[in-house]
């Protein structure tokens, strides 16, 4: 029983830092490009609406999974 409490808990460690890591350089590239989206063509808009789109819902995923995982752990 020891061994799939541990495991649990290096598989929910490891989620949080993919689905964390990939939300926060999706945001941090969309506020790179903020000031180059609100300054230029439309197009630029809809990239950096795009952006910030998948980035959310990355994050939402990643707390989906972060809670099933959770769930999951041994009490």
Same mark, same amino acid.
């Given at each position: 029983?020891? @061994? %799939?409490? %541990?495991?649990? @808990?290096?598989?929910?460690?490891?989620? *949080?830092? *993919?689905?964390?890591? #990939?939300?926060? +350089? /999706? +945001?941090? /590239? #969309?506020g790179e490009y903020t000031y180059t989206a609100f300054h230029g063509q439309w197009f630029n808009i809809v990239g950096w609406a795009l952006i910030c789109t998948v980035a959310i819902a990355i994050t939402v995923v990643g707390f989906v999974e972060v809670r099933r995982l959770h769930s999951r752990l041994p009490r």
């Open positions: 029983m020891r @061994k %799939s409490g %541990s495991l649990a @808990k290096a598989a929910l460690a490891a989620n *949080v830092l *993919v689905w964390g890591g #990939a939300a926060l +350089f /999706l +945001f941090a /590239l #969309a």
